[in-house]
């Protein structure tokens, strides 16, 4: 569960840092399909860095290196609480039952919403007449086709609701229809359909649910959306229309039943920024100073690649002594010399499993010394022991223990292990040296 909590707060961080770069660098941007981009670009960012790892040198490769191929995975013991005694608070759980009630009751929000347009959608009547001819004549002028792959249908109500488009449908109640408007919403309408920006605020949507606690990812999905309404009130402006009988129609309708959430809606968005951008040229500029994107998500991998390597430095620093037992050989164990769990060309094999099947049995045979159990003694005990080239278990050695009561438990079981498969190096059979974390934790 650690990687989760792990994952989410990186994927957050990255979301606030992208959120603050584009609003100082990007919001003012006239260069509206180049945002659009960028707003969707910074929540894959978001998603995809957190996973990203890059090589941070000696102590990045060869620290992780050390602890994949020499600390093997931990055997852990737990033992029954004793009575009068508290447990630890299971913080990692409530972190993931919070985390997915809230991620839950995100997506129920915007289930309900959808159900409410599609409950508007069906109450609808398709147009006819002269409203589906022009509508089929502004198709035509934009390159689309009534029907076509994106859909693109008028649809008019007689309820009181703001023009608004959701994947290919455009929905108006009858009087904007009939009024001198009619040309102007179904072009804004259209803008969004030919873009796809149904589909932008879905993946917003989704984005949202995933981070539902940030701030900042609704705010980006609202600045997505802001860009939508530019790029649409351009392309009004663009066939023609009067820049300042198109900012007093906005006006008109800047009230009324909105659907911010999961439809693209005439009145959406804040009106004084709209007409503000209406009246800006794009300038390439733009494209330029969004490059600095580039360095700003190096940094956040270099920092979250250096950020799991202290992570595996401290577990080195606690294992350090393991480390410096290892036997090492760089002649890949020659005759009469042991060589290192890693170094085995044929690693040895336990009842026909690998060292993973070896710690199952360790747990099945374990018992937590009790007088340890009741004086909370716990914590890890290292030992080291080699598989002979006979399949023996030998030189027992407890290189690290928190008490001496749970080295001798480690001790007694490993006397009881049944015979392995011995390890090989270039075909013959080997003595291996390994190292076994063993962990001793008090359960709820």
Same mark, same amino acid.
């Given at each position: 569960?650690?990687?989760?909590?792990?994952?989410?707060?990186?994927?957050?961080?990255?979301?606030?840092?992208?959120?603050?770069?584009?609003?100082?660098?990007?919001?003012?941007?006239?260069?509206?399909?180049?945002?659009?981009?960028?707003?969707?670009?910074?929540?894959?960012?978001?998603?995809?860095?957190?996973?990203?790892?890059?090589?941070?040198?000696?102590?990045?490769?060869?620290?992780?290196?050390?602890?994949?191929?020499?600390?093997?995975?931990?055997?852990?013991?737990?033992?029954?609480?004793?009575?009068?005694?508290?447990?630890?608070?299971?913080?990692?759980?409530?972190?993931?039952?919070?985390?997915?009630?809230?991620?839950?009751?995100?997506?129920?929000?915007?289930?309900?919403?959808?159900?409410?347009?599609?409950?508007?959608?069906?109450?609808?009547?398709?147009?006819?007449?002269?409203?589906?001819?022009?509508?089929?004549?502004?198709?035509?002028?934009?390159?689309?086709?009534?029907?076509?792959?994106?859909?693109?249908?008028?649809?008019?109500?007689?309820?009181?609701?703001?023009?608004?488009?959701?994947?290919?449908?455009?929905?108006?109640?009858?009087?904007?229809?009939?009024?001198?408007?009619?040309?102007?919403?179904?072009?804004?309408?259209?803008?969004?359909?030919?873009?796809?920006?149904?589909?932008?605020?879905?993946?917003?949507?989704?984005?949202?649910?995933?981070?539902?606690?940030?701030?900042?990812?609704?705010?980006?999905?609202?600045?997505?959306?802001?860009?939508?309404?530019?790029?649409?009130?351009?392309?009004?402006?663009?066939?023609?229309?009067?820049?300042?009988?198109?900012?007093?129609?906005?006006?008109?309708?800047?009230?009324?039943?909105?659907?911010?959430?999961?439809?693209?809606?005439?009145?959406?968005?804040?009106?004084?920024?709209?007409?503000?951008?209406?009246?800006?040229? !794009?300038?390439?500029?733009?494209?330029?100073?969004?490059?600095?994107?580039?360095? @700003? +998500?190096? *940094? /956040?991998? %270099?920092? =979250?690649?250096?950020?799991?390597?202290?992570?595996?430095?401290?577990?080195?620093?606690?294992?350090?002594?393991?480390?410096?037992?290892?036997?090492?050989?760089?002649?890949?164990?020659?005759?009469?010399?042991?060589?290192?769990?890693?170094?085995?060309?044929?690693?040895?094999?336990?009842?026909?499993?690998?060292?993973?099947?070896?710690?199952?049995?360790?747990?099945?045979?374990?018992?937590?010394?009790?007088?340890?159990?009741?004086?909370?003694?716990?914590?890890?005990?290292?030992?080291?022991?080699?598989?002979?080239?006979?399949?023996?278990?030998?030189?027992?050695?407890?290189?690290?223990?928190?008490?001496?009561?749970?080295?001798?438990?480690?001790?007694?079981?490993?006397?009881?292990? !049944?015979?392995?498969?011995?390890?090989?190096?270039?075909?013959?059979?080997?003595? @291996? +040296?390994? *190292? /076994?974390? %063993?962990? =001793?934790?008090?359960?709820?």
């Amino acid at each position: 569960m650690e990687w989760l909590m792990a994952y989410i707060l990186k994927s957050a961080t990255v979301t606030v840092v992208l959120y603050v770069f584009m609003k100082m660098l990007m919001e003012g941007e006239s260069l509206h399909g180049y945002v659009r981009f960028m707003w969707l670009a910074s929540m894959i960012l978001s998603l995809v860095l957190p996973l990203a790892v890059i090589d941070v040198g000696e102590t990045g490769r060869g620290i992780a290196e050390q602890v994949r191929t020499l600390v093997l995975p931990d055997v852990t013991v737990t033992g029954e609480k004793p009575e009068g005694q508290g447990g630890a608070i299971p913080y990692a759980m409530i972190f993931a039952a919070v985390y997915i009630a809230g991620a839950a009751a995100t997506a129920a929000m915007y289930v309900w919403g959808h159900l409410k347009i599609r409950k508007i959608i069906r109450r609808c009547t398709p147009a006819e007449g002269r409203y589906a001819d022009e509508f089929r004549t502004l198709c035509g002028r934009i390159g689309m086709r009534p029907g076509s792959v994106q859909r693109a249908r008028l649809l008019l109500t007689e309820e009181d609701v703001s023009p608004f488009s959701i994947f290919g449908y455009v929905v108006m109640n009858r009087k904007d229809a009939e009024s001198a408007a009619f040309r102007d919403i179904v072009l804004h309408e259209l803008a969004h359909i030919s873009r796809g920006h149904s589909y932008d605020l879905a993946a917003a949507e989704v984005f949202t649910v995933l981070q539902w606690f940030n701030p900042c990812a609704w705010l980006t999905k609202s600045s997505l959306a802001q860009v939508h309404e530019y790029i649409a009130d351009r392309h009004v402006l663009e066939c023609g229309t009067n820049i300042y009988e198109y900012q007093l129609l906005l006006i008109k309708k800047a009230v009324g039943q909105r659907f911010h959430s999961v439809a693209n809606s005439l009145n959406h968005s804040n009106l004084k920024k709209r007409i503000t951008m209406m009246e800006k040229n !794009p300038k390439p500029g733009a494209v330029i100073k969004s490059l600095l994107a580039l360095p @700003v +998500s190096a *940094m /956040l991998i %270099v920092s =979250f690649s250096a950020m799991n390597s202290s992570a595996a430095d401290k577990v080195t620093q606690t294992s350090s002594t393991i480390q410096t037992a290892v036997p090492a050989s760089s002649d890949n164990a020659p005759d009469g010399k042991t060589c290192s769990y890693a170094e085995a060309d044929v690693k040895p094999r336990f009842q026909g499993g690998d060292m993973s099947s070896f710690t199952v049995w360790m747990m099945n045979q374990m018992k937590y010394p009790e007088k340890a159990r009741n004086e909370k003694i716990g914590g890890r005990v290292v030992v080291k022991f080699t598989i002979t080239s006979e399949g023996k278990l030998a030189d027992t050695e407890i290189v690290k223990s928190p008490d001496e009561m749970l080295s001798e438990e480690v001790r007694r079981i490993l006397a009881l292990s !049944p015979d392995w498969t011995p390890g090989k190096v270039d075909g013959r059979n080997v003595d @291996v +040296s390994v *190292m /076994l974390p %063993v962990v =001793f934790a008090i359960s709820e």
